[in-house]
């Protein structure tokens, strides 16, 4: 959704907004079309209009001459790499958003530039190749591959441990939904106000991290008006005087309306209260573990040193990686060649796995990788209201599998998935085929044979020496016997 602040010219710079929503899904012409109409529209008009329209969004002036498109969700790419085909990535180098062109074009541009100048100078002046031949034999003493590649590893598993701990409200909207009994419209009260502490704390968090979100709900009266949060309990929040993020408040009203909710009867038993707390701890250690990323980053000695190492080095290619005049017989320069295919490769490599660890050192910001915090503060709310309250006890008629008198069901398989049809897997003895399966008991076993056959050979020395066990295909003849006594 949209929401359109709309005021009156002498309003300006502190006016009061009037949200009037616009669906997300809508075209691109029906949105400009609905700000057209808006825009000439009386404000009398708008006032009365205000209430039945209103609905999250993003916060967009009036002074927008034109609709702005919808922002496109986070890059992905798995479906072109689905299937692992001859040159399968080779269709990945044809996409701009995201892609490392569009992050590294400027650098490299750039990079391009300072060695054709240089270039041109030095094939003027001897003395620049002495200093090209210095600057090529000690750049590669920065150890640039070592300390970029531990610290990218560090960057994205920082970044992956962000992603999988991001606060989703699924668990505990379940065990609203389910143990929160009451059809009346005071338990749907009950349940659509606890599911509503979880997003207002995960909103909360996502406001202090998140660039995005921030934008979005600049103040509290934001929060207020999305529905997140009511006058009254505005009014509470503003008088707990506390110089720290006030994210775990929402929690304390969570726990105090579930104890409620127990002592009047609605949850029915002091173990499913246990568990809706112990879900909504585990909520919560998801939204401060957020906040502890945003607040302890990476040392910004270690961010430092890389860039320094990185740019370094290519400042030094940019000299030593000059193409000597082949008739000064310099030792590597026999040939005068005016692109430098493998210096560019290599910034293009090492430059673009910085650039990689600055788009992903902070994941909540707004590049193209970047996490869709608004989408999941909508999506969070619109599915958890929708489970606690329409779906409470709303069960579908029970009827009878089509297995139902099939003990070896099997579900059916198209034509195109017909290949992935595949018999069980039984282990992998089961290739051996039929053995020599009969029991040998008491005297028929051939010890003596037996004895004969495993005479030490060269392959089994050899084993020995490299430590490869060769286990015995019969018992020992001590065991046989202790058996035939107890017996």
């Not at 205000?50 to 002074?63: D, H, P, Q, Y």
């Not at 995201?98 to 002046?125: A, H, P």
């Not at 034999?137 to 991001?166: D, H």
């Not at 000695?301 to 030094?316: D, G, I, K, P, S």
Request: with cysteine; net charge neutral; charged share 20%.
């Amino acid at each position: 959704m949209l929401l359109l602040p709309l005021c009156t010219p002498s309003h300006q710079g502190h006016a009061p907004f009037m949200a009037f929503g616009i669906s997300s899904w809508q075209s691109e012409e029906e949105r400009k079309a609905i700000i057209s109409d808006l825009k000439d529209t009386s404000l009398e008009t708008l006032e009365k209009e205000k209430g039945s329209r209103i609905s999250l969004g993003v916060w967009v002036t009036k002074a927008e001459e034109q609709a702005q498109p919808a922002k496109e969700m986070t890059v992905t790419y798995s479906s072109s790499v689905a299937n692992a085909t001859f040159f399968g990535f080779h269709r990945l180098l044809l996409k701009w958003k995201g892609s490392i062109y569009k992050l590294l074009y400027r650098e490299f541009l750039v990079f391009i530039t300072l060695y054709t100048g240089i270039s041109v100078l030095y094939r003027q002046k001897r003395f620049f190749e002495k200093l090209s031949i210095y600057c090529d034999q000690y750049a590669e003493q920065i150890p640039v591959t070592f300390v970029l590649g531990f610290y990218v590893t560090l960057v994205v598993n920082r970044w992956w441990n962000q992603f999988v701990n991001l606060p989703w409200p699924d668990r505990i909207m379940f065990l609203i939904s389910s143990n929160v009994q009451g059809q009346d419209e005071y338990g749907r009260l009950l349940r659509r106000t606890l599911m509503r502490y979880v997003n207002l704390t995960s909103l909360l968090i996502f406001r202090s991290v998140s660039t995005a979100v921030y934008k979005r709900f600049p103040t509290m009266d934001h929060v207020v008006e999305a529905g997140f949060m009511t006058a009254d309990e505005k009014k509470l929040f503003d008088k707990l005087a506390s110089p720290h993020l006030k994210y775990w408040v929402p929690f304390i009203w969570f726990g105090n309306l579930a104890v409620k909710a127990r002592k009047e009867g609605r949850i029915r038993d002091s173990v499913d209260l246990q568990t809706l707390m112990n879900e909504m701890n585990r909520y919560r250690s998801w939204c401060s573990l957020l906040f502890g990323y945003d607040w302890v980053g990476i040392p910004l000695v270690y961010t430092q040193v890389v860039t320094l190492a990185v740019y370094t080095f290519f400042f030094a290619c940019l000299i030593g990686r000059q193409f000597l005049d082949p008739d000064q017989g310099y030792n590597g320069h026999e040939l005068d060649l005016y692109i430098p295919v493998f210096t560019l490769l290599q910034f293009f490599f090492y430059a673009g796995w910085l650039k990689v660890a600055e788009q992903l050192i902070n994941p909540f910001g707004e590049d193209d990788d970047d996490f869709e915090t608004n989408w999941c503060i909508d999506r969070n709310l619109q599915v958890s209201l929708l489970a606690v309250d329409e779906m409470h006890m709303n069960l579908p008629k029970m009827e009878k599998d089509i297995y139902w008198n099939d003990t070896s069901a099997r579900p059916p398989y198209t034509l195109a998935a017909a290949d992935y049809c595949i018999p069980s897997f039984l282990g992998s003895t089961i290739e051996m085929g039929q053995v020599d399966a009969e029991f040998l008991h008491g005297e028929q076993w051939p010890w003596e044979e037996e004895k004969f056959r495993r005479q030490p050979s060269v392959l089994r020395r050899v084993k020995r020496f490299l430590s490869v066990h060769e286990s015995s295909a019969s018992p020992t003849k001590g065991s046989y016997s202790r058996q035939t006594t107890e017996a």
